[in-house]
């Protein structure tokens, strides 16, 4: 099982922007689909978005970050990326991303990585 490595967090005042790397995304021939989700404090983890990385049908979004987020992958780097744009406080969380059942936020790994921490001031 193939462990994906989340990077490119930080603080920054609410309208700014950030870019999410998640890398080794196709290292392990079974993986199809990847997915971004994120946990604030004291809540669940959520789904944020989710891609094909064979580039068929369209990405997957939260319904709190469309138009705002954008899900993109990169095969030859092995790497998918999360373009957060018009940030918000509340979009303030750990990020994870992870291989995911295709069609679903169902995760298929068996743990999460360390995640990058997003932080937006008010």
């Known amino acids: 099982e193939v462990q994906l490595a989340e990077s490119g967090g930080g603080s920054v005042q609410a309208g700014g922007s950030l870019r999410l790397s998640c890398l080794g995304a196709?290292?392990?021939?079974?993986?199809?689909?990847v997915g971004w989700f994120r946990q604030a404090p004291g809540k669940r983890r959520e789904g944020v978005a989710r891609?094909?990385?064979?580039?068929?049908?369209?990405?997957v979004y939260a319904d709190s970050v469309k138009g705002r987020f954008t899900i993109t992958r990169d095969t030859p780097m092995n790497a998918v990326y999360l373009q957060m744009t018009n940030l918000k406080p509340w979009d303030t969380a750990m990020y994870y991303c992870?291989?995911?059942?295709?069609?679903?936020?169902?995760?298929?790994?068996?743990?999460w990585g360390r995640g990058t921490q997003v932080t937006v001031s008010s």
């Open positions: 196709e290292r392990d021939y079974r993986t199809k689909c």
């Open positions: 992870t291989v995911v059942q295709c069609g679903t936020w169902e995760s298929m790994s068996s743990s």
């Open positions: 891609i094909r990385l064979d580039g068929t049908g369209a990405p």
